[in-house]
């Protein structure tokens, strides 16, 4: 006679507190595919742990962004934020759909050149540039996002080197109602450092003053921060054009639109609240076409949205290790993804689902890694089905900074695939082997031989 | 160990202790468990049973038991031979 499936013993104490309004777990299906790729066939190809990302999550994503500004707004370019994601793969599937490139150091700006991204379609932010980077983004002709005097006086003087001008803008912060006010980036508009800047480069003369930039936070959920910031850099674009007859060519939005992850601490879970592309674009398309430009010199909306385009495109799979009771009684399961790889998990309380059939019983669970530190927690409390040494587990929206911010922590970082848009994986970033780390690391000579 | 006297099972898997009010939910598997346990079965009884009727390997079980058996402990549900009832 055929055994019968197994499922552990457990027992669970009935709570006779207050009731959840919201229900309990909402998530009683596994994911036992996805994109028509079976987790299992991943992992017995791939290994475990795995990030798995969607081309036709990217693609979707992408076109859903595009649509909703391209409809209010009639110059719209898009820009890929390398840092969210700079697996060249990734980048190139965004390239493709007609973004630009938007890089943050000189490392990333070579990663755009080398994925293709012609010079003039790259925007170069962030705080540090090191006079070669700003020389290498002059020789391309770039457009060089100034974040402080410092850059802007070596850029001068390069541009007098060179004998060149190269094409800049600014990064503007503001206070936009939000709380951080992110103003350590750029120069303020409110107590005046934007407009002071400005006016340097217009009569300078040596810089191409061709835009207006801002970031105004990260995971913003409010849309009407966008409508402010858009408003307080019309001003300023405005203010060029009446002072000195000069047409600011684009708005650059930044990004920091949310995906449908949920804060942690959040009552709601974020795909019921977060804001929507539309929102976003609601927001900041009124906003602009609200202003004082006449249609002849609208500028052009450029928009470096990056997690609210991957993060929905990855997954991480990953394998059970252990069961686990803590002092007190509580369920913890230990798996082999870690924060090593999952630095979001600092921020989120991802969806977690089984990726094999399960029965209605659950356990509250914590989910810890498999690193040998006690901040090791990916969920602190998670309902969970009922999961078996060797069962496999799918870690969902982790596509946005963790390919990035990963860390060589203890277990070497696991290989990446993509599944196209029919269905078939390819590895965009293979495995690590000892290899990876050893190979950088240099032995004094008389540190090679020991006796123990 | 036994259950304690005082503890109510129904055989859909509810468990009430009227000393202290608490309720609880058992699974199938332990309900099973718990039947077993009342009718005197060991611990490698136990085992030996469900290996032979499930697709589960002895250690995998066996360590499965011990956290049930832990938890009923925990919850106050169950009683040693050696000790007297509470």
């Given amino acids: 006679m055929e055994k019968l499936r197994y499922e552990r013993p457990i027992i669970r ?68 934020s390398y840092k969210t994601n700079y697996i060249s793969a990734v980048c190139n599937v965004f390239h493709q759909e007609g973004s630009w490139a938007e890089v943050v150091s000189g490392f990333e700006f070579q990663k755009a050149l080398g994925n293709g991204v012609e010079g003039s379609k790259i925007i ?65 508009y409110e107590n005046g450092q934007a407009w002071d800047a400005l006016n340097k480069i217009m009569h300078s003369g040596k810089l191409e003053l061709v835009g207006l930039h801002c970031h105004i936070g ?94 929905e495109a990855g997954y991480v799979l990953g394998t059970v290790i252990s069961n686990k009771r803590s002092s007190k009684g509580k369920r913890i399961t230990i798996v082999d993804i870690g924060v090593n790889l999952m630095f979001t998990s600092f921020w989120y309380d991802h969806k977690v689902t089984p990726a094999q059939e399960f029965t209605q019983y659950a356990e509250d669970t914590t989910l810890n890694g498999p690193l040998c530190m006690n901040i090791d927690v990916i969920r602190e409390s998670v309902s969970l089905p009922l999961l078996n040494k060797g069962d496999n587990i799918v870690v969902h929206s982790v596509g946005a900074y963790n390919m990035t911010q990963w860390m060589q922590f203890i277990t070497l970082r696991p290989a990446v695939v993509m599944i196209d848009v029919d269905g078939k994986p390819h590895i965009i970033r293979e495995k690590e082997n000892l290899n990876t780390v050893n190979g950088q690391e240099r032995i004094p000579i008389h540190l090679n031989r020991f006796e123990l | 160990m036994r259950i304690k006297k005082n503890i109510a099972i129904s055989e859909s898997g509810f468990m009430f202790n009227p000393i202290t009010g608490e309720s609880f939910t058992v699974n199938p598997i332990g309900t099973e468990i718990l039947q077993m346990i009342n009718d005197g079965f060991e611990s490698d009884q136990i085992i030996e049973a469900i290996c032979n009727k499930y697709q589960v390997d002895q250690h995998t079980f066996d360590k499965d038991l011990t956290d049930f058996t832990g938890m009923l402990d925990h919850h106050h549900l169950s009683q040693h031979h050696d000790k007297e009832e509470a």
């Fill in chain 1, 124 to 188: 170069f932010n962030g705080p540090d540039k090191s006079e070669e980077d700003l020389e290498m983004a002059i020789k391309h002709n770039s457009l060089i996002h100034i974040d402080h005097l410092d850059e802007l006086y070596t850029l001068t003087e390069l541009a007098d080197r060179h004998k060149t001008k190269p094409r800049v803008a600014i990064r503007v912060n503001m206070d936009t109602g939000v709380y951080p006010m992110w103003d350590r980036f750029g120069f303020n």
């Fill in chain 1, 13 to 80: 104490r009935l709570d006779s507190e207050m009731p959840n309004k919201f229900g309990m777990r909402t998530d009683y299906r596994p994911t036992t595919q996805i994109e028509g790729v079976a987790v299992k066939t991943l992992i017995e190809e791939f290994g475990s742990p795995l990030f798995v990302i969607s081309e036709k999550v990217l693609r979707s994503q992408y076109r859903k962004a595009r649509k909703a500004f391209t409809t209010r707004y009639p110059k719209v370019q898009f820009a890929w």
């Fill in chain 1, 218 to 311: 990260t995971f913003m959920l409010s849309t009407q921060a966008y409508a402010v910031a858009a408003g307080k850099l019309a001003e300023l674009a405005i203010g060029v054009q009446r002072k000195f007859n000069h047409t600011i060519k684009y708005i650059d939005m930044g990004g920091g639109f949310t995906s449908k992850n949920t804060l942690k601490g959040a009552y709601l879970p974020g795909s019921d609240t977060n804001p929507s592309f539309d929102d976003y674009a609601e927001a900041i398309t009124t906003a602009l076409l609200n202003a004082d430009f006449t249609a002849e010199y609208l500028p052009t909306l450029i928009l470096e949205t990056g997690r609210a385009l991957v993060d």
